[in-house]
């Protein structure tokens, strides 16, 4: 079935890194808009980037660009988020969602999340 | 990139409906028909129910609907049931290439 599960997140320190995974399957995978949305704790949902089904694009909120780094492997069906100089209010639930339709801005099939949480 | 304005929290009895809106800017709703809407229940994927303002996708009741004027989208649910008890969000596409969300409502079913 149509399923993308996120992998990677835990506890990190401020300032360090951390890659998050999303692996993909049941669909072309290389024929769609991925994007990464989070969530912090008792807040709404937060965009956080996009990249064009073949990578050639990419986009991100004002709150992550310069830190975050959003990129993909067709060849492995899955997605990444490289999270640099991660910060307290980084905290979140991150989830990877498929785009489709009018400019891939409609989420049709979203992961379960992986939390990250950044602490000393 | 401001969130969209939803109300922080509605609710309704059993059988009735009620509406969600969610009000953006002309950078955002107000510029495409891009707007949908997602259904949240904890510790659970959130859920696509409405995309481009008022289609719904395969498999979701027909009680949900959307509509769109100027810069004010909504959401509405009629016949009310227990199960639609979670955070609604809307979202919209922008003129900065960028995707904003609403601060979410919590529908509570009394």
């Known amino acids: 079935q149509v399923q993308l599960v996120e992998s990677g997140g835990g506890v990190v320190q401020p300032g360090t890194s951390v890659r998050l995974s999303c692996a993909a399957s049941g669909f072309t995978f290389s024929s769609y808009a991925m994007n990464w949305v989070r969530q912090a704790p008792g807040r709404g949902l937060e965009w956080v980037a996009i990249?064009?089904?073949?990578?050639?694009?990419?986009y991100y909120a004002d709150s992550v660009k310069g830190r975050f780094t959003i990129s993909r492997d067709n060849s492995k069906n899955t997605l990444y988020l490289q999270m640099n100089g991660l910060r307290a209010e980084d905290t979140s639930v991150y989830f990877c969602?498929?785009?489709?339709?009018?400019?891939?801005?409609?989420?049709?099939?979203w992961g379960q999340g992986t939390m990250v949480t950044v602490s000393s | 990139q401001s969130a969209l304005t939803q109300p922080a929290s509605v609710s309704g009895s059993p059988g009735q409906s009620i509406t969600i809106s969610c009000t953006g800017t002309s950078s955002d709703v107000g510029a495409y028909n891009y707007v949908s809407w997602y259904q949240l229940h904890p510790g659970k994927a959130p859920k696509l129910i409405i995309h481009d303002v008022s289609n719904r996708p395969s498999g979701v009741s027909n009680r949900f609907s959307g509509s769109k004027s100027g810069t004010t989208a909504s959401l509405t649910i009629s016949g009310l049931q227990a199960e639609d008890e979670a955070d609604y969000y809307c979202s919209s596409y922008t003129t900065y290439n960028t995707l904003v969300f609403g601060g979410g409502t919590k529908l509570t079913v009394l």
């Open positions: 990249i064009w089904f073949d990578g050639s694009l990419k």
């Open positions: 969602a498929r785009g489709t339709s009018g400019y891939y801005s409609v989420f049709d099939i």
